[in-house]
């Protein structure tokens, strides 16, 4: 099969196109990488010296949070256990272990 100088053209535009995608989606994917990883080393210290708990049967982790005795508002204490587990929501599971705040 022989190309016109048009279709030649037509196919090195697409090659062209096609490598400059790859190289800018591979450079997004890198550096998003890249942040995810700076914010997790950012999240690592919280500066909260942590205990570990187990989520027992029917618990939730406002009971968890509850179930701590500390002189703070429950509402804090949720939010301490979800930054310090990383949790994208505050849904925990029976046998779960979490890091907790001290006592």
Request: proline content about 3%; charged content about 20%; hydrophobic content about 45%.
């Amino acid at each position: 099969m022989r190309l016109t100088v048009r279709g030649r053209r037509a196919v090195r535009l697409l090659r062209t196109a096609l490598c400059a995608l790859a190289i800018i989606g591979g450079t997004l994917f890198i550096s998003t990488q890249t942040f995810t990883a700076e914010a997790v080393a950012e999240g690592e210290v919280v500066g909260v010296a942590a205990d570990a708990v187990v989520v027992g049967e029917g618990e939730s982790l406002w009971t968890v949070a509850s179930n701590l005795g500390l002189d703070r508002d429950t509402r804090e204490v949720v939010a301490d256990i979800v930054e310090l587990n990383h949790l994208d929501s505050p849904v925990v599971h029976p046998g779960q272990s979490l890091n907790v705040p001290q006592r």
